[in-house]
């Protein structure tokens, strides 16, 4: 029993032992996981320290990235995976015109896109990727979903509606597993660009509706011919391309020329010039050519642009106005062209005849500084140049010096030529070598007592000067009439080239077409005056019936207005039937009181009387009228002068008038087998007496001026 006891406390003595050590050894381990423990919170807390210090960091960084994100040009636009907007720069701020606030959070591209833009776009990508693109944000994502380049054009609409071209580039956003967490746009706005490109665009379409244009490569083959040059050559596109500018050659241009062309294009210089082409069917045309060499970074020509302005209608102006020249240079009078302000432009071949001068000796000069000597009339030439000044017409007689010194008389007659606008462009003068007649008036003069020869002698220089007029109104009449027609078609052509191409010429083009034609127009102008000149003169009526009464009614009632203005009283006879050309009637009665209406004297009204008597001569009885004035008069020796044409006593700045009414009145009187004469004193008016028989027949054709004659002479002129 006792032994079992002791056994008992045995085993007990030993389960304390071994609680003891378990006690020793979990205090030991408690101490160990504390001591673990201590250590672990000091690392964390180390390790939270470290990361709070990586987050202030972090924060950091992200506001520098944004502020450099706000900063940009660009509108950057950054979505989740289904198109939510996460976040929207300054930029693209600006640009659209939405706050981030107000549009963060929202779906795109409902929001800031075109809706049929995005149709037409799924369409086009669906067909380019070969599977189906629904419209909506997978427009925008899908190539960069594939890991594709996402750029495009697209249009922007900002928030007050309007829109602006933008080029789009997108790209996926991936995390460190590469896993696409959203996706980023940056759009730049392309308006400008636009508007330069729609710029260039018109400009190209411009050039190419108004000029000629090639491209060939260094070698000359052509490698562009726009749609003008295939219209003026005849030629397709496809026929032009590939080939040389040969295939147009016209062989007009020698090979010197084009050896001269290529050598300073292949310099790298440009060349301008004129050519003549040949199209496919034969025609010939004009251009007005430049040509500008491209060179390489070398400095060598890798292609050249030719641009080129059709000219032909130009140069058929130039032809035909060059065979008017030919003309006018072969007439036996002298003809001089100058600039508005006197300086010789052209001289006939005449010219030297007359003068000795040849045409380069005279070009840019003025003809009075080399013509004019010691003898010239200096009361001539202040007319002259007065005339010049007003831009007015001059006709009389000038002592002229040959080169070698020998004087000489012309009939000068200048008139100026202006253009559509009014404004002086050139003078023309016409001059007519009456020498051996002013020699012959000097002989005249000085044998006034052999009257008789001198009589004979005049009248033959008269028929020397007629020849000479007739010759100089044949050559205009045949000159203006064999023009008309080729210069009808200069006119007709280039109206038409106007009416139908007008709006496609250039600038320069048009500038050309319109000088054209201001060229034709005012050839025509000369060779209407011309025409006018050559029929200053023509065939009379027959004789019938005339009342010379009502003939005169008519006439006063014509001047009726100037009756008034220079408070005129007019006292007439009554006036007898004659047989008579009614209109020549007419004119001879409007002249002679025109004449005495305008050569009145100063703070004195006219008093004009009309006298008529019936006079015999052997058995034909004759009409006597009488026109009477109280005007200025004139020298009695001056009497024959007043008759002959041109002849003026006073300035065209004193008394206007032609010279030449007085000798259509002669001419009438003469014509109806009766005279016409003055007797006259200064400042004790003037007398012209005008007889005709009562029954006459014409005793010549008449060559009379055309038109109202009521201001063609005057008793000085």
Not at 146 to 161: F, H, M, N, P, V
Request: net charge negative; with cysteine; hydrophobic share 35%.
């Amino acid at each position: 029993m006792r032994n079992t006891r002791l056994s008992e406390l045995d085993q007990l003595r030993e389960q304390v032992a071994t609680l003891e050590q378990l006690q020793s050894l979990y205090e030991q381990e408690s101490i160990k996981k504390t001591l673990q423990l201590e250590q672990a919170l000091q690392a964390l807390h180390a390790q939270n320290q470290y990361l709070e210090q990586i987050s202030q960091e972090l924060t950091g960084l992200s506001t520098f990235q944004q502020a450099i994100l706000d900063s940009a040009n660009f509108a950057i636009i950054s979505t989740d995976l289904n198109g939510t907007i996460q976040s929207f720069n300054v930029a693209a701020e600006r640009m659209l015109g939405y706050p981030a606030a107000e549009v963060v959070g929202q779906v795109t591209p409902a929001l800031i896109h075109d809706v049929q833009e995005v149709i037409d776009r799924s369409r086009q990508l669906s067909i380019e990727l070969k599977t189906p693109i629904e419209p909506g944000f997978e427009v925008f994502v899908a190539k960069a979903k594939l890991g594709q380049i996402s750029e495009a054009e697209w249009t922007y609409i900002r928030k007050d509606g309007s829109r602006l071209p933008v080029l789009l580039s997108i790209t996926a956003i991936r995390n460190e597993h590469y896993e696409i967490t959203g996706f980023l746009g940056i759009a730049k706005d392309i308006t400008a660009q636009k508007q330069a490109e729609q710029k260039l665009q018109d400009i190209n379409a411009a050039l190419n509706q108004t000029a000629i244009v090639a491209i060939t490569d260094a070698q000359g083959i052509i490698t562009f011919a726009n749609d003008k040059f295939c219209e003026i050559s005849q030629y397709r596109r496809e026929e032009l391309i590939g080939q040389t500018h040969q295939i147009v050659n016209s062989g007009y241009h020698s090979r010197q020329f084009f050896a001269e062309m290529w050598h300073t294009i292949a310099q790298g210089r440009t060349w301008r010039g004129e050519i003549k082409n040949k199209a496919r069917d034969g025609s010939y045309y004009w251009l007005d050519t430049t040509i500008v060499p491209f060179l390489d970074t070398q400095g060598r020509p890798y292609q050249y642009l030719a641009i080129r302005t059709d000219i032909t209608a130009r140069k058929h102006a130039e032809a035909a106005l060059q065979k008017l020249s030919l003309i006018a240079s072969k007439t036996d009078n002298v003809a001089i062209v100058t600039d508005a302000k006197g300086y010789i432009e052209w001289v006939n071949d005449s010219f030297y005849r007359v003068t000795g001068y040849q045409l380069e000796e005279v070009v840019g000069r003025k003809p009075g500084s080399i013509l004019q000597g010691p003898e010239t009339s200096p009361a001539t030439i202040a007319e002259i140049r007065q005339s010049l000044i007003q831009q007015q017409s001059f006709s009389g007689e000038i002592l002229n010096y040959h080169k070698d010194g020998t004087p000489y008389w012309i009939l000068l007659q200048i008139n100026p030529i202006f253009d559509e606008a009014g404004q002086l462009t050139h003078f023309i003068a016409i001059e007519s070598d009456i020498t051996d007649r002013k020699l012959m008036e000097t002989h005249l003069q000085n044998e006034v007592e052999e009257r008789q020869r001198a009589v004979q002698e005049l009248h033959q220089l008269a028929e020397q000067l007629e020849i000479s007029n007739r010759e100089l109104q044949d050559f205009a009449y045949v000159s203006s009439h064999d023009l008309q027609e080729p210069l009808r078609k200069i006119q007709a052509f280039g109206d038409r080239l106007k009416a139908t191409c007008h709006d496609s010429l250039n600038e320069k083009g048009q500038d050309y077409l319109e000088r054209m034609l201001n060229a034709a127009s005012r050839a025509q102008v000369l060779i209407n005056d011309l025409l006018a000149f050559s029929r200053v003169t023509t065939k009379g009526q027959p004789f019938e019936v005339v009342n010379l009464k009502e003939v005169l009614e008519g006439v006063l009632s014509d001047l009726e207005i100037r009756i008034e203005q220079t408070e005129a009283t007019i006292d007439c006879d009554p006036l007898p039937i004659v047989q008579a050309d009614p209109l020549q009637m007419r004119q001879i009665l409007q002249n002679l009181l025109s004449n005495a209406l305008k050569f009145r004297r100063e703070d004195i009204p006219p008093k004009i009387q009309v006298r008529s008597q019936i006079l015999t001569n052997g058995n034909q009885n004759c009409c006597e009228l009488r026109i009477i004035d109280n005007g200025i008069g004139f020298e009695q020796k001056y009497t024959d002068r007043i008759f002959q044409i041109f002849q003026r006593l006073h300035g065209r700045g004193t008394y206007e008038g032609t010279g030449i009414g007085l000798a259509i009145c002669r001419k009438i009187a003469e014509r109806h087998g009766g005279t016409l004469i003055a007797e006259s004193q200064p400042n004790q008016g003037a007398t012209f007496i005008f007889t005709l028989p009562l029954e006459s027949v014409p005793t010549e054709p008449l060559l009379t001026a055309s038109g109202n004659h009521s201001n063609q002479g005057n008793h000085h002129d």
